[in-house]
């Protein structure tokens, strides 16, 4: 069974920073690209950031210099590092796991953990 289980959201002030953090079990970690997608209240879930098996990483336009997303394959687990937080990063934030298979792919999705930045 496939599970994975963020943690470290919460309530910070703005200009603050937070840690999530992505659990993953059921998968073979190091073959599947690990991303943070968030969802605010009334939009659309929007990609945060990605980083590949082999290390690449890529991020929003609205977070690049101030997030930084890593992995660590010994613990399966990903994490989310969030500098000078602002009230428009206040979402729900999810972590996801994703796998190419030729022309298809198979991916999964954790239960979300919430952020508010606010003061």
């Known amino acids: 069974q496939v599970q994975l289980v963020e943690s470290g959201g919460g309530l910070v002030q703005p200009g603050g920073s937070l840690r999530l953090s992505c659990a993953a079990s059921?998968?073979?970690?190091?073959?599947?690209?690990m991303g943070w997608y968030r969802q605010a209240p009334g939009k659309q879930r929007e990609l945060v950031a990605i980083?590949?098996?082999?290390?690449?990483?890529n991020y929003a336009d609205s977070v690049k210099g101030r997030f930084t997303i890593s992995r660590d394959s010994a613990e399966n687990t990903v994490y989310l590092q969030m500098n000078s937080l602002k009230a428009e990063d206040t979402a729900v934030y999810y972590c996801n796991s994703r796998r190419y298979i030729g022309a298809s792919s198979v991916a999964y999705w954790g239960q979300g953990t919430q952020v508010t930045v606010s003061s």
């Open positions: 980083i590949t098996t082999g290390g690449t990483t």
């Open positions: 059921g998968i073979i970690f190091s073959i599947y690209d």
